[in-house]
Nanobody, 127 residues
Framework: QVQLDESGGGLVQAGGSLRLSCAAS????????MGWFRQAPGKEREFVAA????????YYADSVKGRFTISRDNAKNTVYLQMNSLKPEDTAVYYC????????????????????WGKGTLVTVSS
C-alpha cells in the first residue's frame, strides 16, 4: 500500500516557477515508478512526467519538455516536479501517481490502471 500526499501548488504569474512535492508512505515506495498528471477544468487527465523507480529514466509530455523537471529522492520517499516558465495553459490540478510499471503511465489515458493516486494540488498561472 502506498499513500501519496502532494504539496507546493499555488498561484503564480506567467513566467514564474513552482516546485511540487509528493510525499509517499509505504515501504515499497522505491520499487514504484512515479508520475505527475494534471487535469484542467472540463478536460481529461493528462500525463505530465514520469520517473523510473531508480530515477535513471525520465519521460515528459511534449507540452512541458524543457520547462518541467521530475526527480525523486528515495531516501526521503519524495518525488518532485520543478516547473519553470509557467504558462496560463499549465493551470490545472496536479496529481502524483505511483505504479510498479512505468509503461502504465506512458500508455495514454484514461489511466485507470495506475495503482495509486494522490488527492491533487492546484496550480494556477495568471497571465
Amino acid at each position: 500500500q502506498v499513500q501519496l500526499d502532494e504539496s507546493g501548488g499555488g498561484l503564480v504569474q506567467a513566467g514564474g516557477s513552482l516546485r511540487l512535492s509528493c510525499a509517499a508512505s509505504g515501504h515499497t515506495y522505491s520499487r514504484y515508478a512515479m508520475g505527475w498528471f494534471r487535469q484542467a477544468p472540463g478536460k481529461e487527465r493528462e500525463f505530465v512526467a514520469a520517473i523510473s523507480y531508480s530515477g535513471s529514466n525520465t519521460y515528459y509530455a511534449d507540452s512541458v519538455k524543457g520547462r518541467f523537471t521530475i526527480s525523486r529522492d528515495n531516501a526521503k520517499n519524495t518525488v518532485y516536479l520543478q516547473m519553470n516558465s509557467l504558462k496560463p495553459e499549465d493551470t490545472a490540478v496536479y496529481y502524483c501517481a505511483a505504479d510498479p510499471s512505468i509503461a502504465t503511465m506512458l500508455g495514454g489515458g484514461p489511466y485507470h490502471g495506475i495503482d495509486y493516486w494522490g488527492k491533487g494540488t492546484l496550480v494556477t498561472v495568471s497571465s
